[in-house]
């Protein structure tokens, strides 16, 4: 029996986090197009964060042109954004090939691409102001 989402032709969902950012792809038969929230990469400000999430795209080359990708992410600053988005095109490209090879040029570019960083924002305790720093003492 086939499922309902088969049926329906659902794309697979391919999910991407860094820090509090969390991004979802959504691949399919295509031109080559990726979409980020609804805007072309391609236009996508700023300059820094776009080149960060095209990364992945200039890992795969031409397996870039059969596939559309739709990512919606939120949360976060702009370069976390970027992290969760390259993770989840990485992340999908990978699962279309089901390949090593393309997993290990991943993987040779950045380990973090496919398997996430798990560094976290340290939380603030009492004190001092921040999270590590205190006050200082001066008995004199």
Do not use: C
Not at 59 to 74: P, T
């Amino acid at each position: 029996m086939v499922s309902q989402s088969k049926q329906r032709g659902k794309p697979k969902l391919y999910p991407g986090a860094r820090k509090t950012s969390r991004a979802t792809a959504a691949i399919h038969a295509g031109q080559g197009r990726i979409r980020v929230n609804g805007i072309p990469l391609e236009i996508w400000e700023p300059e820094v964060a776009r080149l960060h999430m095209l990364s992945p795209v200039a890992i795969v080359g031409d397996l870039r042109e059969k596939y559309d990708v739709d990512v919606s992410v939120a949360g976060g600053g702009f370069m976390s954004q970027a992290d969760a988005v390259a993770m989840s095109l990485a992340r999908a490209y990978v699962d279309q090939v089901k390949g090593a090879e393309l997993r290990d040029k991943i993987t040779a570019f950045s380990k973090y691409l496919l398997s996430g960083d798990p560094r976290q924002t340290e939380p603030k305790k009492f004190g001092g102001p921040g999270a590590r720093r205190r006050r200082q003492k001066s008995y004199r």
